[in-house]
Structures are given as C-alpha cells and as structure tokens.
T-cell receptor
C-alpha cells in the first residue's frame, strides 16, 4: 500500500538524550514536512524539505535537526537542546505543486521521562 | 511573510443550525488556502482548498468557504450542523514559497443536540 509510515508510535526521552523519529513514504512525493501538535496551538511547522538534500527551517526549528538523503525518508532528531519536547509529531508529504494536498502519517507521541 | 489566524478557538452550535468558522490570513503573494478537519483520535482530512480559481469553494460533507481578498479572509461555513461535525478544524495557508504550509491554531467545534 502507498502511504507514509511514522515510527515509533510512542517514544520516551530521557533528560539530555537525543532521539530520532522516523518518517518513510512510498508515494514518490517531493515535499516532506514535520509538524508538532500541542493542545490549543494547532500544528506548528518544524522543518520542511522540497527536494532531496535540501531542507528549510519552519517556525519552531530550534532544538531539532533533520536530513533528507533519500526522497523516501525525512528523519527528525529531537536534540537535548529542545527543552519542551513532549508533543505529538506529525510527518506529512505533498507531491503536487498545484494541488498541495497534504498526506499525513499516523504520528509519534514523544514524552519525557 | 505568511501567517494565518483562526479567530475562534471554540465554537458551539446546535444540531441543524449554521456553522461559521473564521480564518484570516496574511501573505506576500497570492495564497493557496485550505481547511482541514481532525476528528478525535483520527488523522487530518482535507475539507476543501482554494487555489485562485472560483472564490466560493465547495468541499466535502456540505462545507464551503469563500475567499475574500479585500478582507484577507477564508471563512468556512455549513448551513446545517450535524453531530458528526464535532471535531477540530484547521485553516492552512501556503504563499511565500511552494511547500511551506502553515496551520492556524485550530477551532474546536462542539455540536449539541
């Protein structure tokens, strides 16, 4: 089946630890996104990538890093510099410059131990 | 720079009465505008989109939205609310560069019998 796979579904981070959230897609979409969802704040854009080997900061990139070495993959690392990492993280893709319809993964809930 | 503001964080309506969800945007260029819906414990679903064609856009489930450039608004309406419309609704703008899709903070809709 075509789609977006996020893993793990639940992730726990210890103080001072970096953790990486996986996002893989087989839709052959060019653009990929990471959003953070907190109650009452909607979805906030962390990073996005329009093509392989290129990515841009969104509105809340501090404390996060990404890579886009392959079209299919856009992993997000939550570093120890992110002081409030507890949130629901959503990966999304879009493949049509005219359409821009977003396709979402099922999300990863990150919590701090 | 682009931004999007949803003017109401919560809207409560009675079943069978009209629904109005307000969204204002700012952008440097002609925007693409979207409304997404998120039902409890479900993924985000595209309701409708505006991409510079007709200013009145019809979406799924009886929703429609009107693009008003002079007011920089893209309000979502439905003539008669149904219990199944209870969900969170997000207004999304894309204008500054292709691929940067920015969400509003969301409007929680409650439908009472």
């Amino acid at each position: 089946d075509g789609g977006i796979t996020q893993s793990p579904k639940y992730l726990f981070r210890k103080e001072g630890q970096n953790v990486t959230l996986s996002c893989e897609q087989n839709l052959n979409h060019d653009a990929m996104y990471w959003y953070r969802q907190d109650p009452g704040q909607g979805l906030r854009l962390i990073y996005y990538s329009q093509i392989v080997n290129d990515f841009q900061k969104g509105d809340i990139a501090e404390g996060y890093s990404v890579s886009r070495e392959k079209k299919e993959s856009f992993p997000l690392t939550v570093t120890s510099a992110q002081k409030n990492p507890t949130a629901f993280y959503l990966c999304a893709t879009t493949g049509d410059r005219d359409n821009e319809k977003l396709f979402f993964g099922s999300g990863t809930q990150l919590s701090v131990l | 720079a682009q931004s999007v503001t949803q003017l109401d964080s919560h809207v409560s309506v009675s079943e069978g009465t009209p629904v109005l969800l307000r969204c204002n945007y700012s952008s440097s260029y002609s925007p693409s505008l979207f409304w997404y819906v998120q039902h409890p414990n479900k993924g985000l679903q595209l309701l409708l989109k505006y991409t510079s064609a007709a200013t009145l856009v019809k979406g799924i489930n009886g929703f429609e939205a009107e693009f008003k450039k002079s007011e920089t608004s893209f309000h979502l309406t439905k003539p008669s609310a149904h219990m199944s419309d209870a969900a969170e609704y997000f207004c999304v703008v894309s204008s500054d560069s292709w691929g940067k899709l920015q969400f509003g903070a969301g409007t929680q809709v409650v439908v009472t019998p």
